[in-house]
């Protein structure tokens, strides 16, 4: 396809929350992200863009785990809060850009996600882009962060309050791109599961490899198909973007991840976005919120339209 995405108006919906993650910071993302200009960047470029705020939810009470999970119920509220705001989103025919706050809010966005996508009559499919595969579950977690355990839970494995009746996402539903750190127990899912990987080694031409992935696989899908993004900026280099919350070392270098945003936006199959585990608290003069900015214009712009270079919104 070669539709730009944001024929549609792009809702911005803030999700200040770290409850799902190990350190505090998370919460402060959405703001970052508003501060290093992000609903005037994507206003440059012609789009409709509604700066919706932020939700409000529960703060982090910094609770040790308790049945294998930390702060399970306020992850819950968190979860339905972003569904119902992303499900009003895609109801008044927006596309919603989920500005987190960890990667657990993803639960709550793909689940509304899945619910518009039933009655549109589209296929889903889901494009994890993550240092992380986030498939543990309260028996494999080490930490009983649920930040970590998000896709396991929409895939029907996790607390009864999180996974519902049935799951949300199948596996063939899923690509995880990036990937490079994992628990034991997420590698036995992952094998379980048959997750479609791309992983990133430590090889020059990693990053690289995932890009050709995407699209090889955005190349087979037909117009009947509603493709969400959750990107996880532990997806990149940490020496490139510290201000996550779990680095890991590796990962995609910036023209990478760009050509992975030019090539979701220019198909034009990408209906919702989540972008998350910002942490302003570990950033380094706001050059990962600014990259972030860069990442989502690239995303978002609309096909043939010049966006400004990475070294650009960098060194502003």
């Known amino acids: 396809m070669n539709t730009a995405l944001p024929m549609r108006p792009i809702s911005l919906i803030g999700a200040p929350a770290d409850v799902g993650a190990g350190v505090r910071g998370a919460s402060l993302g959405p703001e970052a992200l508003r501060v290093a200009g992000l609903v005037q960047a994507l206003r440059r470029q012609g789009l409709r863009v509604e700066d919706r705020g932020d939700l409000v939810g529960p703060v982090n009470p910094m609770h ?35 500005l987190g706050g960890d990667h657990s809010l993803a639960m709550g966005s793909i689940a509304a996600v899945a619910r518009h996508c039933a009655g549109q009559g589209k296929r889903l499919q889901v494009v994890w882009l993550d240092a992380h595969a ?56 992952l094998q379980s599961m048959h997750i479609r990987t791309v992983r990133l080694h430590g ?20 117009g009947d198909t509603h493709v969400h993004l959750s990107l996880d900026l532990d997806v990149l280099d940490p020496l490139l973007a ?26 034009g199959r990408v209906g919702s976005v989540d972008l998350v585990e910002l942490n302003p608290a570990r950033d380094v003069r706001h050059q990962t919120a600014r990259l972030a900015v860069a990442l989502l214009t690239h995303l978002l712009a609309p096909a043939g339209q010049n966006t400004q270079s990475r070294a650009e919104v960098i060194s502003r």
Request: net charge negative; glycine share 12%.
């Open 64 to 98: 040790p785990a308790h049945a294998g999970c930390r702060h399970l119920q306020q992850v819950h509220v968190w979860t339905r809060l972003v569904a119902d705001a992303v499900q009003a989103s895609l109801a008044w025919g927006q596309v919603p850009v989920l």
């Open 242 to 267: 510290p201000g996550v919350s779990t680095p890991a070392a590796g990962g995609l270098n910036a023209a990478q991840a760009m050509a992975c945003m030019r090539l979701l936006g220019q198909d």
């Open 134 to 189: 986030d498939c543990n579950t309260p028996a494999t977690s080490p930490t009983g962060n649920l930040h970590g355990m998000p896709l396991a839970c929409l895939l029907g494995q996790g607390p009864d309050v999180l996974t519902g009746p049935a799951p949300v996402l199948h596996p063939d539903q899923v690509w995880l791109m990036g990937l490079r750190s994992t628990d034991p127990g997420e590698e036995l899912f």
């Open 203 to 222: 090889g020059a031409d990693d990053g690289g490899q995932v890009v050709d992935a995407l699209a090889h696989w955005l190349a087979g899908l037909d």
